[in-house]
């Protein structure tokens, strides 16, 4: 089969579709012939050389695809041959053919194109698990997303709307009318405007109740001043950095929360069970259309140099897809 090798750590020049091994399943994982995968951001780090993928994951990246399933292990159930899938993957999804644990396999919801499918599993299993999970975002809270126009941000959106929660979403201007669209009651320019400032005004002074931060250190600070009393927040992402000090002054008055979490590197069963949450809580919204993939643009697999590009910019909304065959 073919796959994205990453050649040597560096720029999106260094990918290419290459032949490399098939995969084979284990006892409980199922081979599937690959439809589309989609690029997160951590794929553009574990092209750069930063976030090498965990023990016993195939080296090439995608971290979430959909397609057809072509074989089953011996100890798999309730899934068969034909089924049109979508799952979460430690990498391997930029290729022909992938095996993946049968725990982190999705159907494709009802209403949802095979292709654009592949746009769901990391976002939806990342979402869910920090905002639901961890968070316990509750209808009639507010919750603050930053990064609104990237693929986590549309999902979040859509989801803390579905939830009954009141949205604030930071992104670029050009990206606030479709936003809007998706359900952000309120929108945060974060190149013009401070996000602190605006969440106190929006909430009466009160603050936001959950916040979902992909920034990391350079948010951490203001994060916790826009947190609203017993506030949560969820860093999922270090785009500003790794390392900030804390006012646990500031976090204790408040009651606060800061919880920190990764999905690449968790376990198989911790894996499995937020997959099975997501079926039982999202897909049951997806299905009846309050949630659904926000995708920017399909590309062929063999352009995948132009995809991670235009991630690097910023200047998609939702997600970019990579079309295999």
């Not at 430690?90 to 993946?100: F, K, L, N, S, T």
């Not at 785009?239 to 198989?268: F, H, I, M, N, Y």
């Amino acid at each position: 089969m073919r796959a994205i090798v990453i050649a040597e750590p560096g720029g999106p020049e260094v990918l290419s579709w290459d032949e490399v091994p098939d995969p084979e399943p284990g006892p409980d994982e199922v081979i599937i012939d690959v439809r589309a995968s989609a690029v997160n951001r951590a794929d553009l780090l574990q092209r750069q050389g930063h976030y090498p993928p965990p023990p016993g994951a195939p080296a090439y990246p995608g971290l979430e695809c959909s397609g057809v399933v072509s074989a089953t292990g011996a100890d798999v159930s309730g899934w068969r041959v034909g089924d049109e899938v979508c799952a979460l993957l430690a990498g391997g999804g930029y290729a022909e053919r992938v095996a993946v644990p049968a725990g982190q396999l999705l159907p494709v919801p009802a209403g949802v194109d095979l292709v654009d499918a592949a746009a769901l599993p990391e976002v939806a299993c990342t979402v869910w698990s920090n905002v639901v999970q961890v968070a316990r975002l509750s209808a009639g809270e507010t919750l603050l997303v930053h990064g609104g126009g990237s693929g986590i941000g549309t999902f979040a959106i859509q989801l803390g709307t579905a939830l009954g929660a009141t949205v604030v979403a930071t992104a670029r201007a050009a990206k606030h009318p479709r936003l809007r669209e998706l359900g952000a009651v309120h929108l945060v320019d974060y190149r013009e405007q401070d996000f602190v400032e605006e969440v106190r005004r929006i909430t009466d002074g009160r603050g936001a109740d959950v916040v979902l931060d992909i920034m990391g250190a350079s948010y951490l600070g203001r994060n916790v001043a826009a947190l609203a009393p017993d506030g949560r927040l969820v860093v999922i992402g270090m785009q500003g950095g790794r390392k900030a000090e804390l006012d646990l002054a500031a976090l204790l008055v408040k009651r606060g929360t800061v919880a920190a979490t990764a999905l690449r590197s968790r376990p198989l069963d911790q894996k499995a069970a937020i997959v099975r949450g997501v079926r039982d809580e999202v897909w049951p919204l997806v299905e009846a259309d309050r949630v659904h993939p926000v995708v920017d643009r399909r590309l062929p697999i063999t352009e995948v140099a132009q995809a991670h590009r235009l991630v690097e910019s910023n200047e998609h909304l939702g997600k970019v897809l990579l079309t295999v065959g």
